[in-house]
């Protein structure tokens, strides 16, 4: 069992609802592992995982991370190389003008990269409550100096699709392009890595096949995952990309459209 968190198995308020809390405790019971998959760096996940009643393990980062919840313990990580960042920093200055660039680190707990995990551009506004977020007004040789897991890109007067359209081209293979949502931001990883690639080294270790596997999801993201799973479930406020990629379609987040499929089984 995998599912993303945001715009999924959370609320529209950002928390888990106690029918869901519910079905996840009962596919716990039964000895069903039950993974998050998101978008999130290991350091966001915690509380999650503790409104739901998980320990087990987390792919975050889109995939370029996995985490030991319980243990608090970061398993793998997909570095993006500084090279590879400054390549990739130079042909988005160039795809998109005026954009602003973040990155994402790791150490070897949620937080333990024994500097700070989040840097950025300081113009460079979050799509999201950081909370901890660092301030702002690192010099960009900061920000791509160092591997990384993720590279953010954010622009004021673009949808995420509408940069995307613009980036993807020129960006190509070289590395990871997805995004998970249309407020102006891509995220770029390691070439290969997606929730997918990700949640296959999960179910590795845990020897589950992908046949075996059912996820949920709703944006760009968790597409990869979702045609990889034996059987992908879209939210009803899912991104259209998601709704086509899926086997099946499920009520919104804000009715609790994981825990009514968990609930023909559990």
Not at 230 to 245: I, K, P, R, Y
Request: glycine share 10%; hydrophobic share 45%; charged share 20%.
């Amino acid at each position: 069992m995998a599912s993303d968190v945001d715009g999924t198995l959370l609320t529209p308020l950002g928390r888990v609802s106690p029918r869901t809390a519910g079905l996840v405790g009962r596919v716990l019971a039964a000895g069903v592992p039950f993974v998050l998959a998101t978008g999130r760096p290991p350091r966001w996940v915690p509380e999650v995982a503790a409104a739901a009643g998980l320990s087990g393990y987390a792919v975050c980062s889109n995939g370029a991370v996995i985490y030991d919840i319980g243990a608090d313990r970061v398993v793998s990580a997909e570095l993006i190389t500084p090279e590879q960042l400054t390549d990739l920093a130079s042909v988005l200055d160039e795809a998109l003008p005026g954009c602003a660039m973040a990155s994402e680190r790791v150490g070897e707990t949620a937080r333990g990269a024994g500097e700070p995990e989040f840097i950025a551009d300081e113009h460079y506004l979050h799509p999201w409550d950081e909370g901890s977020q660092p301030l702002p007004g690192h010099q960009r040789a900061q920000l791509l100096g160092k591997p990384a897991v993720k590279l953010l890109v954010r622009h004021s007067g673009m949808a995420s699709d509408e940069m995307a359209r613009a980036a993807g081209p020129l960006v190509g293979d070289s590395v990871a392009m997805t995004w998970s949502t249309n407020e102006g931001l891509l995220e770029f990883a390691a070439p290969g890595v997606t929730k997918a690639s990700g949640l296959s080294a999960v179910a590795d270790l845990l020897g589950v096949p992908a046949s075996g596997v059912l996820a949920f999801g709703d944006m760009p993201n968790d597409v990869p995952m979702l045609t990889w799973a034996g059987h992908g479930v879209a939210m009803a406020n899912a991104h259209q990309d998601a709704l086509d990629a899926a086997d099946e379609v499920t009520a919104a987040n804000s009715e609790d459209g994981v825990a009514l499929v968990l609930e023909r089984w559990f």
